[in-house]
């Protein structure tokens, strides 16, 4: 047998012998199956433990971050990987019996692995089984089951209508699951809002094992999961709004290099972006470019609900020193787009219902943070930081504009507050499974130029540096971040709701008794 053979199957015998060990876990399978004894489908079929040859492909299934495949990570006591609504009730009545912590897995997106792992005994709830799409053109309407991809999504509202959307994110793999509770966004916030603007129903597993829709959780529930993470309970499926969009929508995007003025032109996107038509919106992506040799470039990439015969003339009167032409311009339907903006064939429609990951990066190991901007920064402090990220290899940024439909819903609407008031949303991203000083020293730099009392956070950029439930740390600190003033409020639903503090991770909303 090969040395790498030997190493394999020994680090296999170490996992099955630290699962074996856990408490409880023939009880909480025979749990399992008692609860889900009438279910159209048998849960057994479901349920993977260690000794199941499909347990680790299983596992490691949706690790979309690499930074957290260690072999030393304590694996789950089982998974389960629900098909049936009554898998879903089984295991949150047989994990609260048992005491089993519960992380719930939709695509792993989340980039702190707070899905898929934890310091203490725990289950995991894959939910990726759950992926039903069913599209009502007439009513404008969807019922997506939390498991479905945005890709699914996309794919389906495109093969029932030419002139219908959803305003969600660009990555293609990730799920509505964790998307929605996180208050999704995309390159449509600015015409249509947040993914949880255009939630109208949605149906939810509580800490009882109960099925509960909008009418029986009540509106302080229902607020509270548009946006309040997974602290509430298991989202079954969500009823969406659909969105109107043009046949024909354009799609562009503008490399620029140091010595093309890239900095001037961040400069102004600044005073531009956020005051643009509702109807277009342009993000900047900063990064070492393959196609360019690697040379640290910015990226302006836009999506504007219309034709190029009107695009052109509004650039050129409201952002003229961009200088886009016709040839940067790609005019094609909605659906086609959603590709275009993963680097991706926009012909091949197909590939939105691949469930691997579709970054640009891959499942690297990577670590992220944000910021919320509400002043233009100088063009000095520009120049300074353009030096530090291309002199950071590894180190990517992308600032999303706002205004529009954002700049017109109250913050207390959901429990995502950062909605007037802001130019723009940054992203950082930081590939390395080394030291994580570089992003760190970024992102102290950018300190003065950020929101600030508290430094607010983009609760889907998931950074457990913002703060943590446990280890002595005030709550309040990260949920003021997060959510501002909503976080009482959310606080408050949390001790109606789930008063145990079952539903839990190290940022969850704990109860106003913990």
């Known amino acids: 047998m090969k040395p790498s053979s030997i190493a394999i199957l020994s680090t296999l015998l170490l996992l099955i012998t630290k699962a074996n060990s856990e408490p409880s876990k023939d009880a909480f399978i025979q749990c399992l199956e008692n609860q889900a004894n009438m ?10 433990t260690a000794e199941s040859p499909l347990f680790m492909p299983t596992l490691f299934a949706y690790f979309r971050n690499s930074r957290f495949n260690r072999t030393t990570n304590r694996i789950p006591t089982a998974i389960i990987t629900a098909t049936h609504e009554t898998h879903v009730q089984a295991t949150v009545i047989c994990a609260k019996y048992h005491s089993l912590l519960l992380r719930i897995r939709s695509g792993g997106h989340d980039y702190e692995g707070l899905s898929y792992v934890s310091n203490e005994p725990f289950v995991i709830l894959d939910m990726f089984s759950l992926r039903s799409i069913d599209i009502n053109i007439q009513a404008e309407t969807a019922w997506v089951q939390a498991g479905a991809t945005l890709g699914e999504l996309y794919y389906s509202i495109s093969q029932k209508s030419k ?13 509505t699951g964790g998307h929605f509770i996180g208050a999704g966004y995309g390159n449509l916030l600015r015409k249509y809002g947040l993914t949880v603007d255009n939630i109208i129903d949605a149906k939810i597993v509580d800490v009882n094992g109960k099925i509960l829709d909008r009418k029986s959780m009540g509106e302080d529930v229902f607020w509270a999961i548009r946006g309040g993470g997974a602290s509430f309970g298991v989202i079954l499926s969500w009823n969406l709004k659909l969105v109107s969009i043009p046949e024909a929508v354009t799609f562009f995007q503008v490399d620029r290099a140091l010595e093309e003025g890239a900095v001037d032109l961040v400069h102004i996107w ?24 690697n040379k640290f470039m910015v990226r302006f990439v836009a999506l504007y609900l219309g034709k190029t015969d009107t695009l052109l003339p509004m650039m050129n009167q409201r952002f003229p020193e961009l200088g886009l032409k016709q040839k940067d311009c790609i005019e094609t339907s909605w659906v086609e787009t959603t590709l275009l903006w993963q680097d991706m064939d926009p012909k091949q429609t197909n590939l939105l219902l691949d469930r691997q990951t579709t970054s640009t990066f891959g499942p690297s190991p990577f670590k992220a943070k944000s910021d919320y901007v509400k002043t233009s920064i100088a063009k000095p402090a520009l120049e300074e930081l353009w030096k530090k990220v291309d002199n950071t290899p590894g180190l990517a940024m992308e600032w999303n504009p706002y205004g529009g439909k954002m700049s017109q819903i109250p913050e207390s609407e959901t429990p995502f507050p950062h909605r007037a008031g802001y130019k723009f949303k940054i992203q950082y991203w930081y590939f390395s499974n080394d030291t994580l000083e570089p992003l760190q020293k970024v992102y102290d730099f950018m300190a003065p130029y950020a929101s600030q009392s508290p430094r607010e956070a983009f609760l889907n950029y998931r950074d457990l540096d913002v703060g943590q439930n446990g280890n002595g740390e005030d709550p309040n600190v990260f949920g003021a971040k997060y959510f501002k003033g909503n976080f009482e409020r959310l606080r408050k639903v949390k001790t109606k709701f789930d008063p145990s503090n079952f539903f839990r991770n190290e940022q969850s909303i704990p109860p106003l008794s913990a």
């Open 39 to 48: 279910s159209p489908k048998p849960i057994s079929e479901a349920i993977f």
């Open 163 to 175: 002139v219908h959307a959803f305003p969600g994110g660009v990555c293609s793999s990730v799920a």
């Open 270 to 293: 600044q005073e531009v972006a956020n005051k643009l038509p509702e109807d277009i919106f342009i993000r900047l992506k900063f990064l070492h470019w393959r196609e360019h040799d």
